[in-house]
């Protein structure tokens, strides 16, 4: 249980204690939740796209500017007002404790379940070091992570990790705006609303099993 516990909280199992009060309770309110059944098939699965704009590549030195996520309900449709977007200079004007609140309202929005993303590395790195230093755990979720997914699903098309905008260049995905974290969201979801159908041809209709395929790859590309 302690080491569960240490990959869902990273090196704290505890929020800082100097949060203010509706930060900790909406942090204490996110560790209650439920985790879901990553059995179940994806029409019964609520998905969660997140991506981060960055000031630069080094996670850890260069600043978060910006989060987004999306929300795309059974079958992966996208769900209106299924969104949360924060603007983490913005946010920080609004007070000392603004930043903590919009991380903590991004908890809540983002559930207990796996992320999806592309290159989850990057973006994980950098969601964890803002957590930690913001509200004194390292956020450590479980992705479904594109880069990885694709390529197994779609060997016929790439069959190698490749930036982003290969993919979309290959399914005809243009999305305007392109480089802000909503914009870069709105591509990993249309990705995954491509990935799903073939995933359910390959018998991948759950989750887990989307994670399953993803480690999987990476475990065979980097030599085991």
């Known amino acids: 249980m302690r080491k569960l516990k240490k990959l869902l909280f990273g090196s704290s199992d505890n929020p800082r204690a100097d949060l203010a009060d509706d930060v900790r309770e909406a942090v204490e309110s996110w560790r209650q939740l439920a985790a879901p059944d990553l059995d179940q098939p994806h029409f019964l699965t609520r998905y969660v796209v997140t991506d981060v704009a960055t000031a630069g590549l080094d996670s850890e030195r260069d600043a978060v500017l910006g989060i987004a996520g999306l929300g795309l309900g059974r079958g992966g449709v996208m769900m209106p007002g299924d969104v949360s977007v924060l603007d983490l200079p913005a946010a920080g004007t609004a007070g000392k404790d603004g930043l903590d609140r919009q991380l903590a309202a991004f908890l809540l929005f983002a559930g207990r379940g796996p992320l999806v993303t592309y290159q989850s590395p990057f ?86 099993k989307l994670m399953d395929i993803g480690r999987a790859r990476r475990w065979l590309r980097s030599g085991g």
């Open 123 to 208: 973006v994980g790195a950098f969601l964890g070091r803002l957590f930690e230093e913001r509200l004194g755990f390292r956020f450590q979720p479980e992705w479904i992570d594109l880069a990885w997914l694709l390529p197994d699903l779609f060997k016929e098309k790439i069959d190698g990790v490749v930036p982003m905008d290969a993919w979309l260049e290959v399914f005809g995905i243009e999305i305007p705006g392109r480089c802000d974290a909503l914009a870069d969201s709105l591509a990993i979801a249309r990705l995954l609303q491509v990935a799903l159908p073939r995933a359910v041809q390959r018998g991948a209709d759950t989750p887990g």
